[in-house]
């Protein structure tokens, strides 16, 4: 066993150990096991929320777009500043209306706002599609990350089961606290890390952050350009604002908002999150370093770019480190997007679409069997793959967002819109998406005498948009839904 494996091991023991040590003096109920008990405080809710959005996307991801794609990257570091201003003002409204009425999973906020239950078991098809997509991305990651930062003792498959396993194992004996503890530990190493590889990396090889971008330059003239077609600007704004719309949209992100133990912790996080996204830019760093000390990486393989230069710069034991913290990065969202697909499939599949009398000792029993399931087919997901990290990100939220106008229309004061809107406008949406995937078809192929700007929109976006059109059509052809009171709750 080389010295990165087993630090590596230690790492994944260690996680295993807290996980379990989490459970200790409660009594497991659905309401305590999916959202621990609303009891979260400011800082565990911002290390939850943080561990969500710092995933194995921004690690691997991040500093691999930024050593293929060049300036197009920067939309990861731009759609979280937009993400947390909206959040500012929805997440609060959101939390006061589930604590009122007692939701536990994300699609119940649809239900129960629409009063009706079909509308839930719809939403909960399009969160967990889009949520299987979001779990390949922290599988990937993982096995790209034990076997790299293995020097491939260890295979990407084999880490992926391994990982599933593991994240199968602390979820269903400690539930959201398992991963609440586990992501105290990988924030504080994560932020620790990316700023430490962000300087030292370019002050290594360069001399400095200045000299790299001109080393770059002169090797590649036109690399921090946007390109005329494709990647280009038109694309790179609707991205920001197509995966800014649809960020509180993963569903995982609301478990961290229901748990909150009041609307002021949510509140503070909107505010706190932001902070977070400035270690985006280090990775960024890392990533335009391995230019041109490890060229040559295509397709996907650009997500071995931090990898690629921390093995050829550091000790294999410092090399263990960055891997076993990069295991956290999975693990903790992983782990919590396994939790939330389990309680939709629980809450909303199994009792709003076939057991409408069940208890929750009942559902929660469903839930807990059905997460291995859900886990597999992520599993069965990734190992056929072959597209890059971000490529995936970008389908889950142009998916997920196509949930938005059933949102947002129902937290107006007089709420705006009927059931009737809110499945026309997500089968609407949904369409347009499915359209484009199975087709290949794109806004280029189908108007190729349009001008560059509308080529250039994201899909999504165009999905949204004529989700929204739908769903304004729809509601002023039937009645509007009753609006349903919010209890006063803690601020």
Same mark, same amino acid.
């Given at each position: 066993m080389n010295a990165a494996l087993g630090v590596i091991a230690l790492f994944v023991a260690g996680a295993l150990g807290l996980a379990v040590l989490a459970r200790r003096g409660r009594t497991m109920s659905l309401e305590q096991w999916a959202l621990g008990g609303r009891g979260l405080g400011t800082i565990m809710v911002f290390l939850l929320m943080a561990g969500e959005s710092f995933s194995t996307f921004t690690f691997l991801g991040a500093s691999g777009w930024s050593y293929s794609k060049g300036s197009p990257a920067f939309y990861i570091l731009a759609y979280g500043g937009l993400?947390?201003?909206?959040?500012?003002?929805?997440? /609060?409204?959101?939390w006061r209306y589930a604590t009122a009425h007692k939701l536990v999973s994300f699609s119940d906020f649809f239900a129960h706002k629409y009063n009706?239950? /079909?509308? =839930?078991?719809?939403?909960?098809?399009?969160a967990l599609m889009g949520m299987v997509a979001l779990l390949t991305i922290q599988l990937r990651g993982l096995g790209i990350i034990v076997s790299e930062a293995s020097y491939g003792s260890i295979a990407p498959q084999v880490a992926i089961w391994i990982?599933?396993?593991?994240?199968?194992?602390?979820i269903l004996f400690s539930g959201i606290h398992g991963s609440a503890s586990i992501a105290i530990v990988k924030d504080?190493?994560?932020?620790?890390?990316?700023?430490f590889l962000g300087v030292y990396l370019p002050w290594h090889y360069y001399g400095g952050v200045t000299p790299m971008f001109s080393a770059i330059h002169a090797a590649n003239p036109s690399f921090f350009e946007f390109p005329k077609e494709g990647l280009n600007l038109t694309w790179y704004n609707s991205t920001i604002l197509l995966t800014a719309l649809g960020y509180y949209l993963y569903p995982f992100n609301l478990t961290s908002v229901y748990a909150a133990r009041s609307a002021s912790a949510v509140r503070r996080n909107t505010i706190l999150m932001p902070l977070y996204q400035v270690v985006i830019a280090f990775l960024f760093l890392v990533g335009f370093a391995a230019i041109l000390q490890v060229p040559g990486l295509k397709g996907s393989e650009v997500d071995l770019a931090l990898f690629g230069l921390v093995k050829h710069t550091f000790d294999p034991w410092f090399v263990g480190v960055i891997g076993g913290t990069g295991v956290l990065t999975a693990l903790v969202p =992983?782990?919590?997007i396994l939790l939330t697909a389990s309680t939709v499939i629980g809450k909303n599949v199994y009792k709003e679409g076939f057991a409408h009398n069940a208890t929750d000792k009942q559902v929660s029993r469903v839930a807990r069997g059905v997460l291995p399931v859900f886990a597999l087919v992520a599993v069965y997901f990734v190992l056929r793959g072959g597209t890059t990290i971000v490529a995936v990100a970008i389908f889950a939220?142009?998916?997920?967002?196509?949930? @938005? /106008?059933? @949102?947002?229309?129902?937290?107006?004061?007089?709420?705006?819109?009927?059931?009737?809107?809110?499945?026309? =406008?997500?089968?609407?949406?949904?369409?347009? @998406?499915?359209f484009t995937?199975?087709?290949?078809?794109?806004? =280029?192929?189908?108007? /190729?005498?349009?001008?560059?700007?509308?080529?250039?929109?994201?899909?999504?976006?165009?999905?949204l948009a004529v989700n929204a059109l739908v769903f304004v059509a729809v509601a002023l052809c039937t009645p509007r839904m009753l609006p349903r009171t919010v209890a006063a709750q803690p601020a």
């Open positions: 993400a947390y201003l909206m959040a500012f003002w929805m997440l /609060p409204a959101i009706s239950r /079909p509308l =839930g078991v719809l939403v909960s098809i399009v990982g599933t396993v593991v994240m199968v194992s602390y504080i190493l994560i932020l620790v890390l990316a700023v =992983g782990s919590m939220s142009s998916l997920l967002t196509q949930l @938005l /106008p059933s @949102l947002l229309f129902s937290l107006m004061k007089k709420p705006f819109g009927s059931k009737h809107a809110a499945f026309a =406008g997500i089968l609407a949406g949904g369409a347009v @998406l499915a995937m199975t087709t290949g078809a794109n806004l =280029g192929t189908l108007f /190729p005498s349009a001008p560059v700007v509308f080529k250039s929109l994201n899909t999504g976006l165009v999905a």
